[in-house]
């Protein structure tokens, strides 16, 4: 095989990245934001077997699709439709899955892998979403910095992905040095206290539920947070801006703006957009806003808000949810990830605020604050303010909750209730959700419904929770590799039959709540 091509375009890819200054990057969909969106549909059209069959048996010609609006009326891609459909190799450009160099895994609602190779030029473009975060909001060129990374290491998307696109900013000039003890608590306590002081600052990288963990436990154990002015980049959850507040106090964060940022990223395409100074801002507005928020969202739960650059992934709404287009090992075109959610222009974001009366860029100005490693930002050297379009994320919409970053079935558990000396007790039905103690501190609720003159106790209880447990480490992968051994148990309630606040007479059933 001729490699000359291969090895000529990894040169390209990586010179542009190196000297491509990250503003030039941010700025490119100010003149095309839609080009980039038909070239690649036609470049997928044409190169991907995959893709061209898809096309083929639904009769479409890819050279009628000249415009945006020929564009939407395409069919959206899904897994079912499309990923679980043709073979890996398939998926890929020219059918060639050796011309990817990397392969993730993301569980599915059976706990089966599907698999999402890719190459170096894919995580290159996914680099520049943590350039974003690593300079506008950690000033990151101009500090010392430790990145721990703290998602779960080997086939998960997460920990490699992470792991490599740090390295690429080092690459850069950034003056980060990278280490890995992945989600092992013990060893990350170690490697902050033990390197965290030769470094001007100190970034964890992890889902947040096991960061506050992290954090929680290394307070039991006398460790100064506030030392080591700590950062926290995070993916994979939802959470509030009392949890960021809550957690800020306890690192001694001096402005959550600046201090934290989460990712909303996926196994299927990497990262999708991250939030920035100025989308924090907004959200912390939001959250003491809630009139604002249900007249900005249309609901009374506050969603992840996060900002994206359309010519890497270009977003659209389609019946309440999120499809998008990107460049990957598998090229997604029009792909339905089943997140609910919406988008906003960068205009008419600012515009929404100033009818409510705030002006978020003032509001970043008036809060930085100075830090012993770093001068209070002026107004003309503020960072993390671009002109680049919104996209709020509820969650999946197929009734999955998310929990330390792994998606959890009702599937899952309904596995545990059927098994010999459980099934007796309950009718099958349960409600799943995530909640918080009063500490913040995330656990699985699972309330299960009793059957008719089946009475409650704790044996039972406890029967059930280790059932439930069991079916989850066996079929979910991620909830097995993602979540400690300490937050694996759920904890279990049971409820008379036709309990009126999770299982109403009449009422179709839901069996995850948000």
């Keep these: 095989m001729n490699c000359k091509p291969r090895q000529q375009q990894v040169i390209k890819a990586f010179e542009d990245f190196l000297s491509t200054p990250l503003e030039t990057v941010l700025q490119r969909h100010l003149n095309t934001p839609t080009s980039a969106a038909l070239s690649l549909f036609h470049d997928v059209a044409a190169n991907v077997p995959a893709y061209k069959a898809f096309l083929a048996e639904r009769e479409i010609n890819p050279a009628t699709i000249q415009s945006l609006e020929e564009f939407q009326k395409l069919p959206a891609i899904a897994k079912q439709n499309y990923i679980l459909r043709y073979p890996l190799a398939d998926l890929c450009r020219n059918g060639q899955l050796e011309e990817c160099d990397m392969i993730a895994a993301s569980s599915g609602s059976s706990g089966k892998p599907t698999f999402w190779p890719r190459f170096f030029t894919d995580e290159l473009q996914i680099a520049t979403r943590f350039e974003q975060i690593f300079h506008d909001s950690f000033y990151s060129d101009t500090r010392r910095t430790l990145a721990v990374i703290c998602f779960t290491l080997g086939t998960w998307v997460g920990g490699m992905f992470t792991t490599n696109c740090c390295r690429y900013l080092a690459s850069k000039g950034y003056p980060i040095t990278v280490i890995t003890p992945g989600n092992n608590k013990e060893e990350i306590l170690r490697v902050v206290q033990e390197l965290g002081s030769a470094f001007q600052q100190v970034v964890l990288l ?245 059957g008719a003159g089946v009475e409650g106790s704790e044996d039972r209880r406890e029967a059930i929770a280790s059932s439930i447990l069991s079916q989850l480490l066996r079929l979910n992968s991620e909830f097995a590799n993602y979540v400690p051994a300490e937050y694996q148990t759920p904890q279990v309630t049971l409820a008379p039959m036709g309990d009126f606040e999770y299982f109403p007479i009449g009422v179709k059933h839901r069996y995850t709540r948000q």
């Design 206 to 450: 992890g889902y947040p539920p096991f960061l506050k963990d992290v954090i929680d436990t290394g307070i039991a154990c006398s460790v100064e947070w506030q030392q080591y002015q700590i950062k926290l980049v995070m993916a994979g959850e939802v959470f509030s801006e009392e949890w960021r507040s809550l957690v800020g106090e306890r690192v001694g964060s001096q402005n959550p703006c600046y201090d934290f940022a989460s990712l909303y990223g996926t196994a299927d395409a990497g990262v999708l957009g991250n939030e920035t100074p100025l989308s924090i801002c907004i959200r912390r507005f939001l959250a003491k806003n809630p009139d604002a928020a249900r007249a900005l969202f249309g609901e009374s739960r506050l969603p992840t808000l996060v900002q994206y650059d359309p010519c890497s992934r270009f977003f659209e709404v389609e019946d309440g949810g999120l499809l998008f287009s990107g460049d990957n090992g598998i090229p997604l075109v029009r792909y339905d990830i089943l997140d609910t959610g919406g988008i906003i222009s960068y205009d008419a974001m600012l515009q929404f605020l100033a009818e409510w009366g705030f002006n978020p860029v003032a509001a970043l100005e008036n809060s930085a604050l100075p830090t012993p490693h770093s001068p209070l930002p002026t107004p003309h050297s503020l960072r993390g303010i671009h002109q680049l379009p919104f996209v709020y994320v509820f969650g999946r919409s197929n009734f999955t909750v998310s929990y330390f970053g792994a998606n959890i079935y009702p599937e899952n558990v309904t596995v545990g209730l059927e098994q010999p000396g459980i099934q007796e007790w309950v009718t099958g039905k349960f409600v799943l959700q995530v909640k918080e103690d009063a500490d913040k501190n995330r656990f699985l609720s699972v309330v299960v419904e009793l």
